[in-house]
């Protein structure tokens, strides 16, 4: 079955350091993949995508993500963390043009440590 | 700005009783998504439509059914409700193709069955 998985429930950084949120994918033909993000007592919000081109795709909130087809991955990035980055972040894909089911992966709770 | 909006924000419902979740957007997107979202599963797909009358089986359709007779209303149905679905229930819209555009999301509705 086409899926994503998020390997790390917990990612704890601190405050200035560079962040990361690991995504790997498992989807036939070309991945169109997504990062959400749910902040405490709000609902999710998109991020970023990635349909096609530049790898590198640049999000809201200073976000980036990295599509790799070699490691089939999708890592959600940032320079310098926030304590308001504390949030739910979600993996995305859609797997079949045409059928726009959008699939999540189960989440990883990031904490910004002041 | 695109508003999604969901009836309730907190229900509690009884074991075998018929329940109905809301769920309105304006924006006359074509796509409308029900998930339940649980702590260590993350947002799992229980129905989709993509247009009147038009709906998918998501990966968790059972003991759930669904309704969308106008374009901007889609409704998720629990024919008898149980304890297992005790869950946040996030209902979202996005327009169709255009390169993928990004899904709208309701403020959720936590539901507890006793």
């Known amino acids: 079955a086409q899926s994503v998985a998020q390997p790390e429930d917990q990612v704890n950084v601190a405050e200035g350091n560079p962040l990361t949120v690991k995504c790997t994918y498992s989807?036939?033909?070309?991945?169109?993949l997504f990062w959400y993000v749910q902040y405490p007592n709000r609902g999710l919000q998109f991020l970023l995508k990635?349909?096609?081109?530049?790898?590198l795709v640049k999000g809201s909130y200073g976000f980036e993500a990295e599509f790799n087809k070699s490691q089939t991955s999708f890592h959600l990035k940032k320079p310098s963390a926030l304590v308001s980055d504390s949030a739910l972040y979600f993996c995305?894909?859609?797997?079949?043009?045409?059928?726009?089911?959008?699939?999540f992966g189960t989440g990883t709770r990031l904490t910004i440590i002041p | 700005d695109v508003k999604v909006t969901q009836s309730s924000r907190y229900l509690v419902k009884r074991t075998g009783e018929k329940v109905f979740l809301e769920c309105v957007q304006d924006?006359?997107?074509?796509?409308m998504f029900w998930y339940r979202q649980d702590p260590g599963l993350g947002l799992r797909l229980i129905y989709f439509?993509?247009?009147?009358?038009?709906?998918e089986k998501g990966d968790i359709p059972e003991g759930y059914s669904v309704s969308r007779e106008k374009k901007e209303r889609f409704s998720l149905i629990l024919e008898s409700a149980s304890t297992n679905q005790t869950s946040m229930y996030l209902c979202?819209?996005?327009?169709?193709?255009?390169?993928?555009?990004?899904?709208?999301f309701g403020q959720g509705t936590r539901l507890t069955v006793v």
């Open positions: 979202a819209s996005s327009p169709p193709g255009q390169g993928f555009m990004e899904a709208f």
């Open positions: 989807v036939s033909g070309n991945p169109y």
């Open positions: 990635y349909i096609t081109g530049d790898n």
């Open positions: 995305a894909f859609i797997s079949n043009f045409g059928n726009e089911k959008l699939t």
């Open positions: 924006m006359d997107h074509e796509n």
């Open positions: 439509s993509y247009d009147v009358k038009m709906k």
